[in-house]
């Protein structure tokens, strides 16, 4: 052995020690983490027993808490769309703010790099399960693949009966091409078309065919089983749940007796004030005064959801630890919106209290995360979610991205990456965020009218929240004298920062400025 070592050319030497230098240099270096983002839809903070405390049951978002960290405040920025889900996905998937999205948010342009993307070029296989309801040359550049998609223009007000998309590389997506799940004759889930009568509702159960948080759940589990272990993978599951309409099989729904549901603090039944906002679809899901029956019977469905829901992430979380990737797995749980049901006399999301309309869960999760069972209370954004999870994975944060990592609160080197919060819902709502203390100011800018002989502007009311104090947000404490310089100085800061923002901008009308036109 020695003797052909020695007859061997040194080139052919240099090139074996090469080679072993690289195995070995290969083989301490750690392996990219698999990245698993969990969203889902129109769920509020309180809407996971180990956040808030409420009935709701939840013991595998409550175990994703307790074997890693939760973020206590996380907040939707705001929306001008009634539909919040929008905006709130494109600020997910560009890592950008709300007054920096193109329009609504419909569109993310290929100038605004998304999550998915991001990963995929950094040799990540990205796949999506679930729902999409951002633009389509988006979504086919951010996944290498997908399944059961979801909101391609096709939408039934029904988790048992909802359309769905195979995937499909070039984007199409056509609506005809939609269908749904239902069982057959003997009992085996088919696909068929949609029909006419499908369009009445909702009035589907378990009997008709899976909901989609099974379906979703169904198709995560499947990617898990087949993900090559060699090669990192993104994958981001989007549900449709807690969303209305708030149905759940029977089992869930009977673990909650309507007249056993506590309300919370803020519930009210009828807002004090016109909003700007107070006549669309969710609002339309029951009628005013919310009677303490009405309230209780939408929190028991919302609660049902809920625990459905939780039961199809457990299937997921136990499927990624039977691979064998969970100890290599970031996984990432938040919700896209805070919903109302019953608080402050509203059902659904478009408003800027914090419960009701921003306030998100948003929890890291896995072996990665070593602080276990931690809490954070630093001010974040569901934009600020990117670019965390891409310093976590070492994988570069891209140059669109303009919100915050907070990676320098995990690591323990700081409280705070901001030190305050503003938020809008269209042209009628802001509200701005220091320490403890909150304001809102709503205007209705559209609502001119002669009054003594002059034309009037629209109406104002502001409010005055100790957020510490008061987090549901039930106290009003703007009409008190002692307030006024506290006040005055919110007011200025929130100014400054609406123009830091870019949304105070002289004499552009439009939802995203008409605010300002009319605040006086």
């Not at 206590?72 to 539909?83: I, K, P, R, V």
């Not at 993978?233 to 099989?249: E, I, N």
């Not at 509203?346 to 276990?372: C, M």
């Not at 320490?435 to 104002?460: C, F, I, M, P, T």
């Amino acid at each position: 052995m020695i003797l052909l070592l020695r007859t061997l050319p040194k080139i052919t030497l240099i090139s074996a020690f090469l080679l072993v230098s690289w195995k070995s240099l290969a083989q301490k270096m750690p392996k990219k983490p698999n990245v698993l983002v969990i969203y889902t839809d129109d769920h509020r903070f309180s809407g996971v027993h180990a956040l808030g405390g409420m009935d709701v049951k939840t013991p595998h978002m409550d175990a994703l808490a307790n074997d890693g960290m939760a973020f206590t405040n996380t907040y939707l920025m705001g929306a001008f769309s009634g539909a919040t889900c929008i905006p709130s996905r494109a600020m997910l998937h560009s890592g950008r703010h709300l007054f920096s999205l193109q329009g609504q948010g419909h569109t993310i342009p290929g100038a605004h790099a998304t999550m998915g993307e991001t990963f995929k070029n950094a040799g990540y296989n990205t796949h999506i399960v679930g729902k999409w309801h951002n633009d389509n040359p988006s979504l086919v550049r951010s996944f290498d693949s997908g399944e059961k998609i979801m909101g391609r223009g096709v939408y039934l007000t029904d988790h048992f009966r909802m359309p769905f998309h195979d995937w499909d590389n070039k984007g199409a997506f056509k609506k005809e091409d939609a269908y749904v799940l239902t069982y057959g004759d003997k009992g085996k889930e088919v696909r068929r078309a949609i029909t006419k009568a499908d369009k009445k509702g909702p009035f589907g159960t378990e009997r008709d065919g899976p909901h989609t948080s099974e379906v979703f759940a169904r198709e995560a589990v499947k990617y898990l089983k087949k993900a090559k272990k060699k090669t990192p993978f993104f994958m981001y599951v989007a549900f449709h749940a807690p969303h209305d309409p708030r149905q759940a099989p029977k089992e869930y729904r009977d673990m909650y007796a309507p007249e056993t549901i506590s309300l919370p603090p803020s519930y009210m039944a009828q807002h004090p004030f016109d909003n700007g906002h107070m006549f669309l679809r969710d609002e339309a899901l029951a009628p005013w005064p919310r009677t303490e029956e009405v309230a209780k019977q939408h929190l028991a469905d919302y609660y049902a959801i809920i625990t459905h829901l939780d039961d199809q992430i457990g299937k997921i979380i136990e499927a990624l630890k039977e691979s064998g990737a969970y100890d290599n797995t970031l996984i990432v749980f938040a919700g896209d919106s805070g919903l109302a049901v019953g608080n402050h006399g509203l059902l659904g999301k478009q408003n800027v209290y914090d419960e009701d309309g921003i306030h998100v869960p948003f929890i890291l999760s896995g072996n990665l995360i070593k602080d276990k069972g931690r809490k954070v209370d630093a001010l974040s954004y569901i934009h600020d979610i990117f670019p965390t999870v891409c310093e976590l994975t070492r994988v570069e944060v891209p140059q669109s991205v303009n919100g915050k990592s907070l990676l320098p609160v995990i690591k323990h080197k700081t409280d705070q990456v901001r030190t305050a919060t503003y938020h809008a819902y269209k042209q009628f709502q802001r509200a701005y965020r220091n320490g403890d203390y909150k304001l809102v100011e709503y205007v209705r800018a559209n609502d001119l009218h002669w009054k003594y002989g002059e034309q009037v502007r629209g109406s104002r009311v502001t409010q005055l929240f100790n957020i510490k104090d008061d987090p549901w947000e039930t106290r009003d404490l703007s009409f008190f004298p002692e307030n006024k310089v506290l006040m005055d100085r919110m007011r200025q800061e929130m100014k400054a920062k609406a123009i830091e923002l870019g949304d105070k901008k002289e004499n552009i009308k439009g939802e995203k400025y008409d605010f300002w036109n009319f605040y006086y």
